[in-house]
């Protein structure tokens, strides 16, 4: 069975950084581009960062330039580093699988806030 565990939130003061992780069970990486998502407080869930098997990335305007993803399929893991954060950034983070989303893991909490 498939299972996505995210990891690395917390609270953090504007302009800090954190880094978020994410470990799968399985063979979902194999092969298949991976992408953070955040649903925030009252907002639809939104990909933010995405990466495909051989490195390729791709970012929405939001975060670009201050979002780093990248991917060690050896450990079946996902990372987003997360430079400059913005209040607006606070939202519930997930990983999961481009197309064709797999089970929602149960994400990780980010805070921006002083």
């Known amino acids: 069975q498939v299972q996505l565990v995210e990891s690395g939130g917390g609270l953090v003061q504007p302009g800090g950084s954190l880094r978020l992780s994410c470990a799968a069970s399985?063979?979902?990486?194999?092969?298949?581009?991976m992408g953070w998502y955040r649903q925030a407080p009252g907002k639809q869930r939104e990909l933010v960062a995405t990466?495909?098997?051989?490195?390729?990335?791709v970012y929405v305007p939001s975060v670009k330039g201050r979002f780093t993803i990248s991917r060690d399929n050896a450990k079946n893991m996902v990372y987003l580093q997360m430079n400059n954060l913005k209040p607006e950034d606070t939202a519930v983070y997930y990983c999961?699988?481009?197309?064709?989303?797999?089970?929602w893991g149960q994400g990780t909490q980010v805070i921006v806030s002083s």
């Open positions: 999961n699988l481009i197309t064709n989303p797999v089970t």
């Open positions: 399985g063979s979902i990486f194999s092969g298949n581009g």
């Open positions: 990466i495909v098997s051989f490195g390729i990335t």
